[in-house]
């Protein structure tokens, strides 16, 4: 399995025109983190996937899924 949280966490980013030092902020971790993550060299820490999925009103099941996430919202 291929997980692609990066990608999902820089679609919902941009869907919602969230700054990555926005996001990092709200998260308490540095934009240079979002960076790489968004880059898929690293990942977020298992203990903030539930605060990611709230901030962007989904679930942890959709961030670590292999379905691109929507880039606009419906």
């Given at each position: ?54 901030y962007y009103n989904v ?16």
């Amino acid at each position: 399995m291929n997980v692609k949280i990066g990608k999902q966490i820089k679609i919902l980013r941009n869907r919602d025109g969230v700054t990555q030092d926005r996001l990092a902020e709200a998260l308490g971790v540095t934009s240079q983190a979002i960076s790489k993550w968004e880059r898929n060299e690293g990942y977020p820490d298992i203990t903030l996937l539930p605060a990611i999925a709230s901030y962007y009103n989904v679930s942890v099941d959709d961030l670590l899924s292999d379905n691109e996430l929507k880039s606009k919202s419906i």
